[in-house]
């Protein structure tokens, strides 16, 4: 059967390709080498038959089209190679006006894939958020991602470090609880997104890693861009395979997907380059989640759960503390501390989770907290923690009785002895303890003392802000003026350092949604998570950086991402050109201060030149009107605010 030629215009005016000269263009998906030899066109494969070297970079020498990659020459009038069978096919070409066209025959419709069936599997079960890098080594997966972002199932920003893809990922996986995908190449690629992998499994974060891989036919020789990544994803992923041509594909991505929502970590399969285009066998189809995930609400054991029953019932004074892990359950939580008027401190992963404003919220506790919270700590006889680990940076005190309440039963118990550790779904264990609990009239109101403490706390707060040494603005005043112009429910993406500790103790919350690298404590966070969280809510909510110098040009060229998908993040930059928080442990170990100076651009100015709105602030009476352009502005923007690196 004759095959219908289509004819494709390739270049708009023939006088952009002199005499003597070569390039590549392309028709439909087809690369022509495109030659203009003796005052005449040619239109030939661009692909040299013997490594695939890209003819139309090559050149005309001696009257010969010669590859750039090997030094193999063809006709330029007619792609033979004189003396070889080995020449090239050549394309019907044709002139119109000064248009030039090629004809070639109609493609095929596309037959599904492998690549086609995973991808559609990973849409079926909510995995529709996607960043990543599109490289060499993952060509024919990237093309199925493609194909259902075009019918609207899955959105892919493309990021200029896949290292801020992880991270981005894994934001998205602790706002949201579920996974994100991160998406890489071979080798460097796939290495660079290990900080952020590492960010999600510690925090306990769903995530999909999706790699590219060499060929599996030069896989142990020492090929260009190979790692062994299942070998080099052992340690951080808990499901990690490699996909065959052989494998269950849908399956397959369904279980690395179920392990990553079920078990709360790293989910990898890397991709060899020539699996990824292979056509589907045996009619594979697409799998969804209907009736593969089972309910996680399941109840505490008696024992347990009586245990802590009765240390309530008994408890005059007991305080609630809850961390990351109750961040989707706080709704139970909140109605059981105002029906026993018990005051809820959260750890600084689990900031926010109750407002600051709210009767019986009293902030942060530990290393990043507010006095409020240590007080009702030390105050308390009894401790009911909640989705929280026992960090040494919480502070959470082994010396009150506890009862511990976690989804997780390794988290029970898992640095001391505990009196009641319950194991069960925060939010059937609240309900239950909120139902049988009997004792109520033994129970202290804490509210007015709750009251009483941030009146003596935000008094000191009003103290500190009058510091000023003329040498750049304070944390707290910084601090005070984004309390006054964040919108209330803001995602606040909070980066590592002072920055950090300044934010946990100054910043009040109301309906606003913090996230953090926890455990990991990485560097460079926040502006990636940023764009994780954008991915979740798109405009619904307003979404803030805080990050300090250090920590922002960790991942600077993100702002250009930002900018190109008109991403309305706003960062709020403490800039005090020093890792002052490396400087202050220097100082406390009694070691000389050593190697924290930065020397840094002007981030303003750089934010405007990648097309953000950038302003810098150098005086404390000047931040909330700029605070206030920034959050106002239709786009991504910068605070750049010079500040005292010892006023934090």
Request: charged share 20%; aromatic share 8%.
């Amino acid at each position: 059967m004759i095959k219908k030629l289509v004819w494709h215009k390739v270049l708009e005016n023939k006088n952009e390709l002199p005499n003597g000269r070569v390039m590549t263009v392309t028709a439909g998906h087809k690369g022509i080498c495109l030659t203009h030899f003796e005052g005449k066109y040619y239109a030939l494969e661009n692909s040299c038959p013997h490594q695939g070297g890209p003819l139309g970079e090559g050149s005309i020498e001696n009257n010969m089209l010669r590859c750039p990659w090997h030094g193999w020459d063809f006709q330029p009038c007619g792609g033979s190679a004189e003396g070889f069978e080995d020449g090239l096919p050549s394309f019907d070409l044709k002139i119109e006006g000064d248009a030039i066209f090629v004809g070639i025959e109609e493609e095929a419709p596309h037959e599904p894939t492998i690549s086609d069936v995973m991808v559609e599997t990973m849409v079926n079960w909510g995995v529709n958020r996607v960043f990543g890098m599109v490289g060499h080594s993952n060509l024919g997966f990237a093309d199925a991602l493609r194909r259902q972002e075009e019918k609207g199932n899955l959105k892919f920003i493309g990021i200029r470090h896949e290292g801020a893809a992880a991270f981005a990922s894994s934001a998205y996986g602790k706002l949201t609880g579920k996974p994100a995908a991160c998406f890489a190449i071979a080798g460097p690629g796939s290495t660079n997104m290990f900080t952020g992998l590492w960010d999600a499994k510690v925090d306990r974060a769903p995530i999909l890693a999706l790699t590219g891989q060499v060929a599996t036919q030069v896989m142990g020789t020492g090929n260009f861009q190979e790692v062994d990544l299942v070998r080099a994803f052992n340690t951080v992923a808990e499901f990690n395979h490699r996909v065959e041509q052989n494998s269950k594909h849908s399956e397959l991505m369904a279980m690395a997907i179920k392990n990553a929502i079920l078990r709360r970590d790293v989910s990898h399969l890397t991709f060899p380059d020539e699996v990824q285009e292979l056509p589907l066998e045996n009619n594979e189809q697409a799998i969804t989640s209907k009736g593969r995930l089972t309910p996680m609400t399941i109840a505490p054991p008696k024992e347990s759960f009586d245990r802590a029953l009765s240390m309530l019932n008994s408890a005059k004074r007991p305080v609630i503390i809850v961390g990351h892990g109750a961040r989707f359950h706080m709704d139970e939580i909140t109605r059981f501390a105002e029906k026993i008027k018990s005051p809820i401190l959260t750890t600084f992963k689990g900031k926010g989770l109750i407002s600051d404003s709210h009767p019986l919220g009293c902030g942060v506790l530990g290393r990043s907290g507010t006095p409020v919270a240590s007080w009702f700590m030390n105050e308390s006889d009894l401790l009911l923690v909640i989705g929280a680990s026992f960090s040494n940076h919480t502070g959470i005190t082994p010396k009150k009785p506890t009862i511990q309440i976690d989804f997780d039963p390794l988290a029970l118990s898992k640095f001391h002895e505990i009196d009641a550790a319950v194991w069960g779904e925060i939010s059937v264990t609240m309900n239950m303890l909120n139902d049988q609990l009997t004792m109520l009239d033994n129970k202290v109101d804490h509210m007015e003392e709750i009251s009483t403490r941030w009146r003596i706390w935000r008094t000191e707060k009003q103290k500190r802000l009058l510091e000023d040494r003329g040498k750049g603005v304070s944390s707290i005043a910084v601090f005070d003026a984004l309390n006054k112009v964040a919108p209330e429910d803001a995602i606040m993406c909070v980066d590592v350092g002072n920055n950090a500790y300044s934010l946990g103790r100054y910043f009040e919350s109301k309906k606003h949604t913090f996230l953090m690298s926890g455990y990991l404590g990485s560097i460079g966070f926040a502006f990636p998570a940023a764009m994780g969280a954008w991915s979740a809510v798109g405009t619904d909510r307003p979404i803030i950086a805080v990050a300090g110098d250090g920590g922002f040009c960790q991942y600077l060229a993100e702002m250009t991402t930002a900018v190109k998908y008109n991403m309305p993040i706003k960062l709020v930059l403490l800039n005090n050109s020093e890792l002052g928080k490396i400087s202050k442990e220097q100082r406390a170990g009694e070691f000389d201060v050593w190697k924290t100076s930065l020397v840094n651009p002007n981030f303003a100015e750089y934010a405007t030149n990648c097309g953000a709105l950038g302003i810098r602030v150098e005086k404390k009476e000047d931040l909330e009107s700029a605070m206030q352009k920034i959050i106002d502005h239709n786009g991504p923007a910068l605070l750049d605010i010079i500040c005292d690196v010892n006023l934090i």
